[in-house]
C-alpha cells in the first residue's frame, strides 16, 4: 500500500497493529503451564520456532570459565579487548591473517558443532510433539535438531551452520561440507594458527572463503536451503489451509533477529483465529495483550517449562 496522497493515520504507521500490547502475564506459572499443555494438545498442527535461548537452555554455554578453559591460547594471544569473552563475541575479532581466521574458527565449529552434544532438551521436546505434524524454524546454527533425531525434511535452518563454508563473495551458490578439513586444521594448529597450506581458497573464483553463516550480503543459499525453505511453506500452506488448530511454539527467540521467528509468528497469530502463540523464553516471553487468550508468555527457564508442560500433558 503506497502512503501517496493519504493522511497517515496513528493506526497505519502502526501496521494495524494496536499500540496498547506487549505485556508479560500474570497467571500463576502453574496456570500457564496447564494452559500451554492444552493448547498444544488441541493443536493438530505445531510450528516450533527455535533461537538462540533454546541453545543456552540446553546446557550449550560458551562463554565465563568455559570459554577462558578451552580457548586459553586464543585469550592469551587476542585477549586485550572485548572480543575473547564467549564464542560469539570472539567470532567478530579482526584476525589478522587467513591462518588466523581459520585457526580460531575451526576451533569454534569443533566445540559448537561437531563435538556439541546438547540433545537432551531437543529429545524431550521431540518426544512431548510425538502425535503432531511438526516442523522446526530455527535460526540456531549447531545443528542440534538432526542430531536429537528430527529429519532433515521437517527442518528449516535460515542461518548456516557450523559444518559448511563458502565463497566469502558468493560467487557461486554452492557451500562446502568442511567437517573433515576442520579435523584437520584441529590438529595442525599451533599458536592459534593453522597451516598456510591448510587456508581454504574458492574453486570457482579463487578468493578467500568463510563460515557459511548469515553474517553478510554474501551469505550463500544453495539448493538444500530452498529445498528447505519449500517444506516449511509446504508444511504452513497446508496446516493454515486445514482450518484445523496450529500452536506456534516460539523457544528462546530474542531481539538479535527477531524477524525472522518472534515478528512473523505474532502476525501469523494476529491473522489467523486458528493459530495460537506459546512463547517459552527466560526474560523476554512478553506477549502482545490483543491477542488474549491465544497467546502464552512462559517467562521461565525453557527446559524447566518444557519438562513441566509434558509431565501437564500426561
Ligand atoms: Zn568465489
Not at 96 to 121: D, F, R, V
Not at 171 to 196: G, K, T, W
Not at 222 to 232: M, S
Amino acid at each position: 500500500m503506497s502512503f501517496c496522497n493519504k493522511r497517515i493515520t496513528f493506526e497505519n504507521f502502526l501496521s494495524g497493529i494496536p499500540s496498547r500490547d506487549y505485556i508479560f502475564q500474570k497467571a500463576p506459572y502453574e496456570d500457564q503451564i496447564y494452559q500451554a499443555a492444552k493448547m498444544i494438545q488441541e493443536a493438530e498442527y505445531v510450528l516450533v520456532g527455535i533461537g538462540a535461548g533454546m541453545s543456552v537452555a540446553a546446557c550449550a554455554i560458551y562463554g565465563g570459565d568455559w570459554f577462558k578453559e578451552n580457548f586459553a591460547d586464543f585469550c592469551a594471544k587476542y585477549g586485550n579487548g572485548s572480543y575473547m569473552q564467549d564464542m560469539y563475541s570472539a567470532g567478530f575479532y579482526p584476525y589478522p591473517s587467513e591462518e588466523a581466521y581459520w585457526g580460531y574458527w575451526s576451533k569454534q565449529c569443533m566445540k559448537a558443532g561437531i563435538e556439541a552434544n546438547h540433545t537432551m532438551l531437543y529429545k524431550t521436546l521431540l518426544s512431548m510433539l510425538g502425535s503432531k505434524e511438526i516442523f522446526c524454524l530455527s535460526t540456531n546454527v549447531d545443528g542440534q535438531l538432526e542430531k536429537a533425531g528430527l529429519t532433515a525434511d521437517k527442518i528449516f535452518c535460515t542461518q548456516g551452520d557450523y559444518f559448511h563454508i563458502q565463497c566469502a563473495k558468493g560467487c557461486h551458490q554452492n557451500r562446502y561440507d568442511a567437517r573433515e578439513l576442520f579435523r584437520q586444521m584441529d590438529a595442525a594448529r599451533v599458536d592459534c594458527l593453522i597451516p598456510s597450506t591448510m587456508v581454504p581458497k574458492c574453486p570457482v573464483c579463487g578468493g578467500r572463503m568463510n563460515m557459511n553463516l548469515r553474517i553478510d550480503q554474501y551469505f550463500v543459499q544453495d539448493a538444500e536451503w530452498y529445498i528447505a525453505e519449500k517444506h516449511f511453506e509446504d508444511f504452513l500452506s497446508e496446516a493454515i489451509s486445514s482450518g484445523r488448530k496450529i500452536c506456534l511454539l516460539e523457544l528462546g527467540v530474542g531481539f538479535n533477529t527477531p524477524t525472522i521467528i518472534r515478528f512473523p509468528f505474532e502476525k501469523l497469530t494476529r491473522e489467523n483465529k486458528q493459530i495460537s502463540l506459546l512463547r517459552v523464553n527466560l526474560n523476554e516471553a512478553v506477549v502482545p495483550e490483543h491477542l488474549g487468550a491465544r497467546a502464552i508468555g512462559i517467562n521461565v527457564d525453557i527446559k524447566q517449562s518444557i519438562e513441566d508442560i509434558c509431565r501437564a500433558m500426561k
